[in-house]
C-alpha cells in the first residue's frame, strides 16, 4: 500500500553517509555503498560520505562536523551499534541528541525480527534529532542498511508520504525549547 501523496511536491534531503569501522576503507564499504546508491536513487543529494574508527570521540567529532555544516540535513551511520566493546556508535549518537527518535530502533528491530528472528537483540540502532539535524545510527551489515533503507527511511525521507514524514517538520527543528538550546544552522 503506498502512501505516497503524488499532489506534494518531491523535495531532496541533503544526506550525508558515515561509515564505522576499523577495517573498512571506502572501496570495501558495502554499507555506505548501499546507502549511497540508495539516497541517490530515491532523488536526495549525497552531501558527503566518510570512513571514521569505532571511537567515541572519533565519531562525534565527525557527527558534529556534519551538524554544523549548513548543507547537511541528515546524517546515516553504518556500523559499531552491536553489543561488543567497540561497538560505541550509539554512546556517541546519544552523547549529541537533543530529542531521541525512540520508535526507529523499535520499529528497526520489529522489522528485522521478521527476518532474523531473535538475533535483531543485537542491534541498538538509535535515532534522534541534533542541531537541526537527523541522525540515524545502522547496523554494520548490508541487509541491515537496505531494510533500514526501504522499509523506514526511505518513506520518512520523502515529503510525500503521507500521513507525515520527517522532512515537512524539518524547518521546525531548529525551535528553541530546549532548556535555552539553539543551533543556529
Not at 523535495?11 to 553517509?17: D, H, K, M, P, S
Not at 560520505?49 to 562536523?65: F, K, L, P, S, Y
Not at 560505541?88 to 520489529?110: D, N
Amino acid at each position: 500500500m503506498s502512501r505516497i501523496d503524488e499532489t506534494r511536491p518531491f523535495i531532496a534531503v541533503r544526506i550525508a553517509v558515515l561509515t564505522v569501522s576499523d577495517t573498512r576503507s571506502l572501496a570495501e564499504d558495502k554499507s555506505g555503498d548501499l546507502l549511497a546508491s540508495r539516497l541517490i536513487e530515491a532523488g536526495h543529494t549525497l552531501a558527503a560520505r566518510e570512513i571514521c574508527t569505532d571511537d567515541v570521540n572519533a565519531i562525534t567529532a565527525e557527527v558534529n562536523r556534519f551538524i554544523s555544516d549548513t548543507e547537511i540535513d541528515c546524517v546515516i551511520s553504518t556500523g559499531g551499534t552491536g553489543v561488543t566493546g567497540r561497538d560505541v556508535t550509539p554512546e556517541a549518537f546519544r552523547s549529541l541528541f537533543e530529542k531521541e527518535i525512540e520508535g526507529f530502533g523499535e520499529m528497526f528491530r520489529f522489522l528485522s525480527f521478521q527476518k532474523i528472528g531473535t538475533s535483531t537483540l543485537q542491534s541498538r540502532a538509535v535515532a534522534g534529532v541534533a542541531g537541526g539535524t537527523y541522525l540515524f545510527a545502522l547496523p554494520g551489515s548490508p541487509s541491515a542498511c537496505r531494510d533500514a533503507w526501504d522499509d523506514l527511511l526511505a518513506h520518512q525521507l520523502d515529503y510525500r508520504h503521507r500521513p507525515c514524514n520527517f522532512v515537512e517538520i524539518m524547518p521546525r527543528l531548529r525551535e528553541t525549547g530546549l532548556a535555552g538550546r539553539s543551533s543556529g544552522k
